[in-house]
């Protein structure tokens, strides 16, 4: 059982180190196709005016970063599909579709683009399978080059679909002269900064994290809150969070936290925060800490996990920055697995999960 770990405890460990060595590989790979829009061209998709990601779990979540890094960098209007809702959507004309599927074959995105009416729209697979169902139905395919991923909860396909995603969107852009190459190849300098930093983000985490667990193990609920960019990384961190150690968990927008949320904090709630620049999150912060909420906080100087690049390294005029904060969800991983191991569960093989859903 223990076969292909490689002095791994778990897979789960093993595929959350192994990620900076897979992003690297990806951008090498990825990089001088990206600012010439060569890498768009090999995939011969027709003009689009906006962009609709769907998917299912971590794998929307990675088409919402990538569907953000379409507005941010040009300006291209966005959304994303919950696969399995996506069948009354209406798809407007000359829309690029990605759908996200590390392994391809999730009943609920395929359901959702045969539904779909494409009229003039696209459809491009962003799959970790050359050989799967999505990739053989979609017009055009990018794999994400993950390798093989075994722990159940995805860590690795995360982050090599965010990179892949973006490199097509900044290779788009560029091909359709909605930005100009220098500034193409300033993101590409960016994106090549990302193994360095979750590198430093796993090294930072396994020093924090363990440290934390003894006092949020009886904890049964969970906040994750993050601002902006931010968000969606708040949702994998608790999505991760609920899969691997049956704890509830949810995510908000920090501004939404006295709309609601606020009333569930009480002494000792832990609340997770993601800094990514934004200083509104501080009267967040404060609001958790003034009813005895355990803030975690992920991001700059003096966080829980501190001094992560926090990806910002040219930052978009006007302070909005482009695929968020990635190495965040380095520290939300080691959180997940940390405490699930804490608590006797099979981080690899959660209860009531599969690795693929085939069924709707
Ligand atoms: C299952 C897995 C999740 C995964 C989701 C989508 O629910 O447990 O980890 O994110 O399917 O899988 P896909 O293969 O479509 O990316």
Known sequence: ATHGLAGHADYMGKEIEEQPETAARIIDRLAPSIADGS???????????????????????AGR????AFGALGDVPNSSLIASEASTAIVEPRTLVIALSQSGETADVLRAIDDL????????????????????RADSMLNCHAGPEIGVAATKTFVAQVITGVAMALSALAATRRIDRDYARRQVDDLRRIPD??????????????????????????????????????????LKLKELTY????????????????????????????????????????????????????GGAGSTV????????????????RWGPLESVVPLQILARDLALALGRDVDKPRNLAKSVTVE
């Open 197 to 238: 930093l979750l590198a430093h983000a796993i090294a930072a985490s396994q020093k924090a994290i363990p440290p934390l667990i003894d006092e949020i193990r009886d904890a049964q609920g969970f906040l994750f809150l993050g601002r902006g960019s931010g968000v969606v990384y708040a949702a994998e961190g608790a």
């Open 65 to 68: 970063v990538i569907a953000s």
């Open 39 to 61: 890498l768009w061209a090999s995939l011969s998709v027709p003009a689009f005016e906006r962009v609709a990601v769907l998917g299912c779990g971590t794998s929307l979540n």
């Open 117 to 136: 009416d494409l009229g003039t729209s696209s459809l491009v697979a962003l799959t970790n399978s050359d050989h799967s169902t999505l990739a053989r």
């Open 306 to 321: 501190p001094a992560l690049g926090l990806s910002l390294g040219t930052p978009m005029p006007g302070g909005i920055d």
């Open 247 to 298: 704890r509830w968990a949810e995510h908000y927008p920090a501004g939404e936290l006295k709309h609601g949320p606020l009333a569930l904090v009480e002494a000792g709630t832990p609340v997770v925060v993601i800094d990514s620049g934004d200083r509104r999150i501080e009267s967040n912060i404060a609001e958790v800490e003034a009813r005895g909420g355990r803030v975690i906080r992920i």
